[in-house]
Protein backbone atom coordinates (compact mmCIF):
# COMPACT_ATOMS: atom_id res chain seq x y z
CA UNK A 1 0.00 0.00 0.00
CA UNK A 2 1.49 3.33 -0.94
CA UNK A 3 0.84 6.19 1.29
CA UNK A 4 -0.41 9.77 0.35
CA UNK A 5 1.65 12.59 1.09
CA UNK A 6 -0.67 13.62 3.96
CA UNK A 7 0.06 10.07 5.61
CA UNK A 8 3.94 10.49 4.74
CA UNK A 9 4.06 13.52 6.67
CA UNK A 10 1.99 12.83 9.54
CA UNK A 11 4.37 9.91 10.01
CA UNK A 12 8.10 12.00 9.53
CA UNK A 13 6.19 14.21 12.66
CA UNK A 14 7.65 12.85 15.25
CA UNK A 15 10.32 10.75 16.37
CA UNK A 16 8.25 7.26 16.25
CA UNK A 17 7.74 8.05 12.45
CA UNK A 18 11.31 8.38 12.13
CA UNK A 19 12.33 5.56 14.13
CA UNK A 20 9.08 3.15 12.91
CA UNK A 21 10.04 4.08 8.95
CA UNK A 22 13.61 3.14 9.77
CA UNK A 23 15.33 6.85 9.53
CA UNK A 24 12.66 6.59 5.97
CA UNK A 25 13.77 3.45 4.57
CA UNK A 26 10.64 2.56 5.11
CA UNK A 27 9.40 4.92 2.55
CA UNK A 28 10.90 3.25 -0.38
CA UNK A 29 8.37 2.80 -3.22
CA UNK A 30 9.43 -0.82 -3.85
CA UNK A 31 9.86 -3.89 -1.35
CA UNK A 32 9.87 -1.14 1.97
CA UNK A 33 11.04 -4.28 3.61
CA UNK A 34 14.20 -5.49 1.94
CA UNK A 35 15.16 -1.59 1.90
CA UNK A 36 14.50 -1.55 6.19
CA UNK A 37 16.78 -5.02 6.23
CA UNK A 38 19.33 -3.19 4.11
CA UNK A 39 19.08 0.01 5.82
CA UNK A 40 19.80 -2.19 9.21
CA UNK A 41 22.98 -3.22 8.06
CA UNK A 42 24.72 0.22 8.45
CA UNK A 43 24.15 0.56 11.92
CA UNK A 44 25.01 -3.18 12.83
CA UNK A 45 28.67 -2.49 11.65
CA UNK A 46 28.81 -0.72 14.89
CA UNK A 47 26.31 -2.88 16.87
CA UNK A 48 28.48 -6.01 15.95
CA UNK A 49 31.72 -4.59 17.88
CA UNK A 50 29.92 -4.69 21.59
CA UNK A 51 30.40 -7.43 23.77
CA UNK A 52 27.31 -10.36 23.11
CA UNK A 53 25.58 -9.32 26.46
CA UNK A 54 25.69 -5.79 25.42
CA UNK A 55 24.23 -6.59 21.88
CA UNK A 56 21.39 -8.95 23.82
CA UNK A 57 20.42 -5.66 25.76
CA UNK A 58 20.70 -3.52 22.61
CA UNK A 59 18.44 -5.87 21.40
CA UNK A 60 16.19 -6.05 23.69
CA UNK A 61 16.05 -1.86 23.40
CA UNK A 62 15.65 -1.82 19.88
CA UNK A 63 12.25 -4.21 20.13
CA UNK A 64 10.82 -1.87 23.16
CA UNK A 65 11.76 1.13 21.58
CA UNK A 66 9.75 -0.09 18.10
CA UNK A 67 6.63 -1.38 19.95
CA UNK A 68 6.59 2.11 20.81
CA UNK A 69 6.94 3.21 17.43
CA UNK A 70 4.75 1.09 15.44
CA UNK A 71 1.96 1.59 18.16
CA UNK A 72 2.05 5.37 17.62
CA UNK A 73 2.17 5.01 14.00
CA UNK A 74 0.05 1.98 13.44
CA UNK A 75 -2.69 4.45 15.61
CA UNK A 76 -1.95 7.25 13.02
CA UNK A 77 -2.75 5.42 10.00
CA UNK A 78 -4.94 3.46 11.46
CA UNK A 79 -3.24 0.76 9.06
CA UNK A 80 -2.49 -2.85 10.88
CA UNK A 81 1.44 -3.07 10.35
CA UNK A 82 1.46 -0.79 7.35
CA UNK A 83 4.48 -1.39 5.17
CA UNK A 84 6.13 1.92 5.94
CA UNK A 85 6.94 0.07 9.13
CA UNK A 86 10.38 -1.08 9.23
CA UNK A 87 11.87 -1.20 12.50
CA UNK A 88 10.81 -4.42 12.85
CA UNK A 89 13.14 -5.41 9.93
CA UNK A 90 15.95 -3.88 11.59
CA UNK A 91 15.43 -5.66 14.83
CA UNK A 92 15.05 -8.51 12.65
CA UNK A 93 17.83 -8.51 10.83
CA UNK A 94 20.55 -7.58 14.02
CA UNK A 95 18.99 -10.95 15.54
CA UNK A 96 20.12 -12.76 11.89
CA UNK A 97 23.16 -11.39 12.26
CA UNK A 98 23.43 -12.45 15.73
CA UNK A 99 25.87 -15.90 14.88
CA UNK A 100 28.17 -13.35 13.22
CA UNK A 101 29.39 -11.81 16.87
CA UNK A 102 30.38 -15.22 17.44
CA UNK A 103 31.76 -16.79 14.14
CA UNK A 104 33.38 -13.44 13.00
CA UNK A 105 33.08 -13.99 8.86
CA UNK A 106 33.08 -11.93 5.51
CA UNK A 107 30.78 -10.29 3.06
CA UNK A 108 29.30 -13.71 1.94
CA UNK A 109 27.61 -14.52 5.09
CA UNK A 110 26.54 -11.31 5.87
CA UNK A 111 25.15 -11.65 2.86
CA UNK A 112 23.98 -15.22 3.52
CA UNK A 113 21.80 -13.81 6.92
CA UNK A 114 20.18 -10.87 5.18
CA UNK A 115 18.79 -12.98 2.22
CA UNK A 116 17.87 -15.84 5.10
CA UNK A 117 16.01 -13.22 6.71
CA UNK A 118 14.28 -11.91 3.89
CA UNK A 119 12.89 -15.35 3.46
CA UNK A 120 11.95 -16.26 6.50
CA UNK A 121 10.23 -13.00 6.71
CA UNK A 122 8.38 -13.06 3.34
CA UNK A 123 7.63 -16.79 3.34
CA UNK A 124 6.04 -17.11 7.11
CA UNK A 125 6.90 -20.33 8.18
CA UNK A 126 4.80 -21.36 11.81
CA UNK A 127 5.41 -19.77 14.43
CA UNK A 128 6.06 -16.45 11.76
CA UNK A 129 2.79 -16.56 10.38
CA UNK A 130 0.71 -17.23 13.79
CA UNK A 131 2.40 -14.03 14.91
CA UNK A 132 1.62 -12.29 11.88
CA UNK A 133 -2.05 -12.85 12.08
CA UNK A 134 -2.76 -13.53 15.15
CA UNK A 135 -0.80 -10.42 17.50
CA UNK A 136 -1.90 -7.12 17.17
CA UNK A 137 -0.26 -3.49 17.86
CA UNK A 138 3.51 -3.17 17.90
CA UNK A 139 4.37 -5.66 19.86
CA UNK A 140 2.50 -7.67 16.81
CA UNK A 141 4.22 -6.07 14.07
CA UNK A 142 7.52 -6.55 15.84
CA UNK A 143 7.18 -10.03 16.82
CA UNK A 144 6.87 -11.93 13.98
CA UNK A 145 10.23 -10.35 12.45
CA UNK A 146 11.67 -11.41 15.94
CA UNK A 147 10.65 -14.95 14.89
CA UNK A 148 12.00 -14.68 11.55
CA UNK A 149 14.97 -13.00 12.96
CA UNK A 150 15.32 -16.70 15.58
CA UNK A 151 15.09 -18.95 11.99
CA UNK A 152 17.55 -17.35 10.04
CA UNK A 153 19.84 -17.38 13.31
CA UNK A 154 20.02 -20.57 13.85
CA UNK A 155 20.19 -21.97 10.21
CA UNK A 156 23.41 -19.20 9.87
CA UNK A 157 24.92 -20.93 13.00
CA UNK A 158 24.21 -23.51 11.77
CA UNK A 159 25.49 -23.25 8.04
CA UNK A 160 29.00 -21.59 9.98
CA UNK A 161 28.69 -24.32 12.33
CA UNK A 162 29.11 -27.03 9.45
CA UNK A 163 30.71 -25.08 7.01
Not at 9 to 26: D, K, M, N, T
Not at 90 to 107: E, K
Request: aromatic residues 12%; proline residues 7%.
Amino acid sequence: MRLDAAQRRAILSGPAGWIASGFGSGLSPYAPGTAGSLAALVPWLALRELPLPAYALALALAFALGVWASNRVVAKLRIEDPGVIVWDEFVGQWIALAPLLAWPAGWPWIVAAFVLFRVFDVCKPWPVSWADRSVGGGFGVMLDDVLAGIYAALVLALALHTF
